[in-house]
């Protein structure tokens, strides 16, 4: 019985993180525009670092725990965008319920109604998809289905926003 537990533990960690590398030719996004929960257009541009992407409930309650911690402005400041597939939600709870929730929001969420911009991006079963990008190009994916996934990839990019700073300043 003690084997079976510890088969568990051991094996949670590949449930909660998969990391899929891109193909050998690294996929190049074509730069779109979404509006914001607030009608504010926001355009993909190559200084973009980060897609945080969910087409479900569960995956955006984990996006949320994530982000309502963060400072305002932490998305902006560390070139992130955070899109959210709300194209299959009820247009009655949509306009009534969720878009009055994510107002009270401090950070913006990209809206994508119809599912034509995002339909490239990867995506899984209730997990979050987190895209890498340099110059638009996708250079790894994740997908996250708890908190200190998501949490793990932001203190990387972060990690590597302040090394490439501080290697600047030389």
Same mark, same amino acid.
């Given at each position: 019985?003690l084997?079976?537990?510890? +088969?568990?533990?051991?094996a949670?960690?590949?449930?909660?993180q998969?990391?899929? =590398?891109?193909? /050998?030719?690294?996929?190049?996004l074509? #730069?779109f525009?979404?509006k914001d929960q607030?009608?504010?257009?926001h355009?993909l541009?190559?200084?973009?670092?980060?897609?945080l992407?969910s &087409?479900? &409930?569960? #995956?955006n &309650?984990?996006?949320?725990?994530?982000?309502?911690e963060?400072?305002?402005? %932490?998305?902006?400041?560390h070139?992130?965008? %955070?899109?959210?597939? +709300?194209?299959?939600?009820?247009s009655?709870? %949509?306009?009534?319920f969720a878009?009055? &929730?994510? *107002? *009270? $929001?401090n $950070? /913006? !969420?990209l809206?994508?109604? =119809?599912p034509?911009k995002?339909k490239v991006?990867? /995506?899984q079963s209730? #997990?979050?998809?987190?895209l890498?990008?340099?110059n638009?190009n !996708?250079?790894k994916?994740?997908?996250?289905?708890d908190?200190q996934?998501?949490? /793990?990839?932001l203190q990387s990019?972060?990690?590597?926003?302040?090394?490439?700073?501080d290697?600047? =300043?030389k």
């Amino acid at each position: 019985m003690l084997s079976f537990f510890l +088969v568990i533990l051991v094996a949670f960690p590949v449930f909660a993180q998969e990391s899929v =590398e891109p193909p /050998s030719e690294s996929p190049t996004l074509s #730069a779109f525009t979404l509006k914001d929960q607030f009608d504010r257009p926001h355009t993909l541009t190559s200084d973009l670092r980060m897609i945080l992407f969910s &087409k479900e &409930k569960s #995956a955006n &309650k984990l996006v949320t725990e994530v982000l309502k911690e963060k400072e305002t402005g %932490y998305l902006l400041k560390h070139s992130i965008f %955070y899109i959210a597939d +709300v194209s299959g939600m009820p247009s009655f709870i %949509y306009s009534w319920f969720a878009l009055p &929730k994510m *107002k *009270k $929001y401090n $950070y /913006s !969420v990209l809206l994508e109604s =119809e599912p034509d911009k995002t339909k490239v991006f990867p /995506s899984q079963s209730e #997990a979050v998809t987190i895209l890498h990008l340099n110059n638009l190009n !996708v250079t790894k994916v994740l997908f996250a289905r708890d908190v200190q996934t998501i949490q /793990s990839a932001l203190q990387s990019l972060e990690s590597e926003i302040n090394t490439t700073k501080d290697s600047s =300043e030389k």
